[in-house]
């Protein structure tokens, strides 16, 4: 999984853009969240259907409990707590670590170091936030509980804490009923 982090790590910096409609968000001129997604499980040669956030946390990877996560493993949020809103990558401190002693490009290796610097986490998300003017950038993951928004009192609250959940990228083989972990 730690592939799927080498080739996120790339493109922190890249452009990110709001989400309009589907296929948009998915290159290096503007990532939206879940594009950004598709664009990095593409490079590493996982080509799945044209999901949305929610999509992917309903159809795509196997379920892992907090705890148990690994890098490369999707982070899923939600805004308001009824669908998954946001997806990101997860990373630890070690994997990161070890890419700011392998890594070649400067630039990244710098970001990441001032990044990790200035933090005593040990858990992390790469991602694109999905808004204008925003970037792909490396985040801290914080578990925060979320408030439901009144204008959507009538659906039902669905989760209380982000991140909702982590999900394996994991690939449906033919003539398979299950999926089986990407590596």
């Known amino acids: 999984m730690s592939q799927l982090i080498d080739i996120a790590i790339q493109y922190l ?3 990110s853009v709001p989400y309009t409609k589907p ?4 290159t290096p001129d503007g990532f939206t969240c879940a594009g950004f997604v598709h664009f990095v499980l593409g490079e590493a040669g996982l080509s799945i259907p044209d999901y949305h956030t929610y999509e992917l946390f309903d159809r795509f990877g196997i ?3 907090d705890g148990l ?3 490369g493993d999707l982070a899923f949020e939600s805004k308001y ?3 998954p809103t946001h997806v ?3 990373v630890d401190i070690d994997t990161l670590t070890e890419l700011m002693d392998d890594y070649g490009s400067r630039i990244q290796k710098d970001l990441i170091n001032d990044f990790v610097s200035a933090t005593s986490a040990r858990e992390f998300m790469i991602g694109s936030h ?3 003017g925003s970037k792909v950038m490396l985040t801290e ?3 925060t509980s979320i408030t439901p928004d009144p204008k959507f009192s009538h659906l039902p609250q669905l989760y209380n804490v982000n991140p909702i959940g982590f999900k394996r990228p994991a690939v449906l083989l033919p003539g398979k009923k299950y999926q089986e972990i990407f590596s």
Do not use: S
Not at 23 to 26: F, I, L, P, Q, S
């Open 141 to 143: 993951l914080v578990r």
């Open 23 to 26: 296929g948009e968000g998915r």
């Open 81 to 83: 707590g009824f669908k």
């Open 130 to 132: 999905g808004k204008a």
């Open 13 to 15: 910096g890249y452009p």
């Open 88 to 90: 990101e990558f997860y």
């Open 63 to 65: 379920l892992v409990h």
């Open 69 to 71: 996560q690994k890098p």
